[in-house]
Nanobody, 123 residues
Framework: QVTLVESGGGLVEPGGSLRLSCTAS????????MSWYRRTPGNQRELVAA???????EYADSVKGRFTISRDSAKHTAYLEMNNLKPEDAAEYYC?????????????????WGQGIQVTVSS
């Protein structure tokens, strides 16, 4: 059993900053890739930032230069540093990970989603 838990969301004024964290726990062998998505009030889900295989990093055009994704492999944790937040960044943010886990003598890989965390940008 593997779970992802996000933290760090909340209310911030335009121009402010927040740092989201996502920690994976369970019978983890390796966390292969971690990403952040968000679902907007219009119910569109979009990739915000990804820290993929081999350390490949990509960002949505709308957050480039403002958001930074990083990972602490030893802690099975991904971070999303969000600076100069804009009202249009307000959304439910979700952590997504591909993880290899152990079940007894077996190893398997699967994808996992966090429960979501709200980011509100408002004055």
């Amino acid at each position: 059993q593997v779970t992802l838990v996000e933290s760090g969301g909340g209310l911030v004024e335009p121009g402010g900053s927040l740092r989201l964290s996502c920690t994976a726990s369970g019978s983890i062998v390796t966390v292969n890739a971690m990403s952040w998505y968000r679902r907007t009030p219009g119910n569109q889900r979009e990739l915000v930032a990804a820290h993929g295989f081999g350390g490949l990093i990509e960002y949505a055009d709308s957050v480039k230069g403002r958001f930074t994704i990083s990972r602490d492999s030893a802690k099975h944790t991904a971070y999303l540093e969000m600076n100069n937040l804009k009202p249009e960044d307000a959304a439910e943010y979700y952590c997504f990970a591909t993880i290899t886990y152990s079940q007894g003598d077996r190893r398997s890989a699967d994808i996992y989603w966090g429960q979501g965390i709200q980011v509100t940008v408002s004055s």
